[in-house]
């Protein structure tokens, strides 16, 4: 039983419903594309999502200090769950890269005699698109922790602000005091 739809099968019926007879070799290459073609789909979604964060955050730091101490804590809570929210649809794709990075070079080796030139290849290129993709994913988990930082790194200074204020009101009422 599953409980969610698999985004590998749709695109790989697809593309395999234009070949008159698919064998079980096709079907599996086939598989293994569409599934690296989801992966990479994803990514370049979180690429984008990343790509405006980024936009937004550093989009105040050419502004008037007023205007980034003027950010409200609450956007920049909203900016890091969503930082943190791109980071975790980047999560899973190392553990299903590097299964996939095992699947196609075993497939390759132990099936060599029998696969075909065609089908080789195409696992090549699934190889080497998979080592681009693991690449990718480390740049954007990259990214998002830089986010995180940033974002953070804006926070601690509007905090410092409130509590410099806290200070002087603090010294202010001891002060009248004495």
Sequence with gaps: MRYAELHAIAPALERIGKDATPGSVDMFATLVEAMVDYAADILEQSA?????ISQRVFKRYGAPARAISRWSNRALKDTLVESRSVGRSVEPYPRQHSRLQRIAPYALDKGQKWIGES??????????????????????????????????GFITPSRMTFFKVLTIVW????????
């Design 171 to 178: 010294w202010s009422a001891f002060s009248a005091d004495a």
């Design 119 to 152: 089908i080789q290849a195409r696992l090549k290129t699934v190889s080497q698109d998979l080592l681009s993709l693991a690449d990718f994913e480390v740049h954007l988990t990259d990214k998002v922790q830089f986010l995180l930082d940033a974002v953070l």
């Design 48 to 52: 984008k999502k990343l790509n405006a």
